[in-house]
């Protein structure tokens, strides 16, 4: 039960050399555990996005160890990473990113029909699914004619419906008022969590973090403090101090 | 994911079409001026290919092209017909008379003089009346073109009369020649009437006509001729080629073309590959949260692709259905008669086309392979 889902040690990144050389990420020591709904917080320009990336193994980092549910996935072989992000990891973006020329189930279905899935089955369970999630009179709509709430929610869908193990989210609810936020977050922590899956989430957003497990503060490229709710009791409950 | 690559393609209306309509627009341009140059040039030798039962030309060696005929003396027929392996050899006139009409009009012409006894090069092709009526006295054959030339605004009739040399030619037939390289018309007659209409009447042959023996190569028959005679012989489509060789080397023909074909070209690739190019840039963001998604790089270029010749193949459809179009209205004009789409046309710009395509696609999925998905966590 309580087995890491992503654990980092020392993880260094910068950007550009010589005079123009950034140190963002300067030896990120983090973990977050199955199980549980992580948060990260921190400043504009601390470094979560680039953080965030590397985790993903969409960017290589400079120097340190990620490891995956126990994994070093930069030791897997280029073609199997690219199978491995496909199945495990889950994305909510702060632009939510939608294929605009495709439908709510469409866009919703696009991890399944990356990974291979026949249309038709892809397609039922993204209506299914964003039946689910209260967009049932929604399915054929395309993203221009959505709400900024509604969209962020097939956006949570498409991160959803192949159940990956672990979900990362970079401000999912900056661009929502205060109740769609709510209702996104609900859907995270209901449907991403298991015993073996495991939610990050980067927000601004302190009214939220009555739905965390796990806090973790990051300034100037670093995990500053972390904050961890009672295992025992282990309840969304009052924000963690 | 091929719904997808589909989807986006036709997602912007605009653009969709704007980039159809690029390829459309360089397809048209491309294979209309190259179809029309090689109309044009096929034209110098039109007369040649026009007796189609010649299967080689003897004339004087110095004659180079069609239009540059040097007389022969009269007795070249005979010797010709001399030659092993010919089966017969007919005589063939070619002037540049002056023809008038009793109306005051007057225009330089083509005549071609037939072999009286067999009329071999008489025009297959008649609007009006027969070939076989070249046998009647001081008769000739003059094309539709040339007619409205002569006659302005008077509708075909036979039995007008044209004046050349103090001699007189009546009106029996009125032909379907190919169109000349000059817009001058075409007549025929026999050649005892055809030489009179220019000058003395004696050592005026301008060409021997020639057919083969059974088993006897072409090509080893003209060897023949020149051996025995001394005379130029050439097989009829290597007469041809001389023709358009000789047009294109010493004409503005080629470079004038050339110039538009150019311009043709580069236009129609820089904007339809350029449109193609922005199309990918402008869809990156879309492509890189396809990649972040777990699309594989194969995938995404085979997206590219698929995008690329949808609108290739439609967008070149269009363009040679609408070159296809502009001949098939335009053939039925006199000035551009004969003048039509040519298969090799269509297979060059389509070759172009692909090029073109093929290149844009190159470019674009250098920029899908080479991007960072990591882009689409910034805002
Ligand atoms: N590709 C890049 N090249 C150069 N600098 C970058 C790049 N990506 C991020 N940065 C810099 O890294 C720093 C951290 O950025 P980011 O991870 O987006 O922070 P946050 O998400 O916490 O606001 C910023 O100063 C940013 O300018
Ligand atoms: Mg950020």
């Known amino acids: 039960m309580n087995t890491p889902a992503v654990r980092c040690q020392n993880l260094q990144k910068h950007f550009g050399e010589g005079d123009t050389r950034i140190e963002v990420l300067r030896g990120v020591d983090f973990t977050a555990m199955a199980g549980q709904l992580t948060f990260l917080l921190g400043p504009s320009g601390c470094g979560k996005t680039t953080f965030l990336s590397v985790i993903a193994d969409l960017l290589e980092c400079s120097g340190g160890v990620v490891k995956l549910f126990g994994r070093d996935i930069r030791s897997v072989p280029a073609a199997e990473r690219v199978r491995f992000r496909r199945a495990n990891l889950g994305f909510v973006f702060q632009q939510c990113n939608l294929l605009p020329s495709l439908t709510a189930t469409e866009n919703a279905a696009v991890p399944l029909l990356a990974a291979g899935a026949r249309r038709r089955d892809a397609f039922d369970r993204a209506r299914e699914l964003l039946t689910r999630l209260g967009l049932g009179d929604r399915l054929d709509t395309l993203p221009s004619r959505l709400s900024g709430g509604q969209q962020q929610r097939v956006a949570t869908a498409r991160a959803l419906i192949h159940q990956p193990r672990l979900i990362l989210c970079d401000e999912p609810t900056a661009a929502l008022d205060h109740r769609a936020g709510e209702a996104v977050m609900e859907l995270l922590a209901a449907a991403g969590l298991a015993p073996d899956r495991a939610v990050i989430v980067v927000t601004h957003d302190t009214r939220l973090l009555h739905f965390a497990h796990s806090i973790a503060k990051m300034d100037d490229g670093r995990i500053v403090e972390v904050a961890t709710r009672d295992p025992v009791s282990n309840q969304p409950g009052p924000a963690l101090s | 994911m091929n719904f997808v690559a589909w989807k986006m393609l036709l997602h912007d209306r605009a653009k969709y079409l704007g980039l159809v309509f690029a390829i459309a627009f360089s397809t048209f341009l491309l294979e209309n001026q190259t179809s029309i140059f090689a109309g044009i040039l096929k034209r110098t030798a039109s007369q040649i290919l026009d007796v189609t039962d010649a299967e080689v030309w003897v004339m004087e060696p110095s004659s180079q092209y069609f239009d540059d005929t040097k007389p022969m003396r009269d007795t070249a027929l005979l010797r010709v017909r001399g030659v092993p392996g010919v089966r017969w050899a007919v005589r063939l006139y070619k002037g540049l008379p002056v023809a008038r009409t009793s109306t005051g009009h007057f225009a330089q012409s083509i005549v071609t003089g037939l072999d009286d006894a067999t009329l071999v090069g008489a025009p297959r092709r008649m609007v009006l009346g027969s070939w076989e009526r070249l046998r009647e006295p001081d008769s000739v054959i003059v094309d539709r073109a040339g007619y409205f030339l002569l006659f302005p605004g008077e509708p075909l009739a036979l039995g007008g ?15 379907e020649a190919s169109a000349p390289f000059v817009s001058f ?36 028959l003209c060897a023949r001729i020149t051996a025995q005679t001394g005379l130029r012989a050439r097989k009829t489509d290597e007469f041809a080629w001389d023709c358009i060789q000789y ?8 470079v004038n073309f050339g110039i538009t074909i150019a311009i043709a070209l580069v236009v129609g690739t820089v904007v339809a590959g350029q449109t193609f190019y922005l199309f990918t840039v402008e869809h990156l963001r879309q492509f890189g949260t396809l990649k972040a998604l777990g699309v594989s790089n194969p995938r995404l270029v085979a997206m590219v692709l698929l995008q690329a010749f949808t609108v290739g193949l439609i967008g070149f459809g269009l363009g040679t259905g609408m070159a296809a179009l502009f001949f098939e209205v335009s053939h039925l004009k006199i000035v551009t008669r004969g003048i039509t789409l040519i298969w090799q046309t269509v297979a060059l710009t389509g070759s172009c086309m692909l090029l073109v395509i093929l290149l844009a696609s190159y470019l674009s999925v250098r920029r899908v392979l080479v991007l960072d998905p990591a882009v689409i966590f910034r805002s």
């Open chain 2, 161 to 175: 009369r044209l004046e050349m040399n103090d001699h007189i030619g009546i009106i029996v037939g009125i032909s």
């Open chain 2, 247 to 254: 047009y294109l080397r010493n004409t503005g023909l080629p």
């Open chain 2, 185 to 220: 018309p075409v007549l025929h007659a026999r050649y005892s009437v055809a030489v009179n209409f220019q000058g003395q009447g004696r050592n005026q042959l301008s060409y021997v006509v020639v057919r083969s023996a059974d088993g006897i190569a072409l090509s080893e």
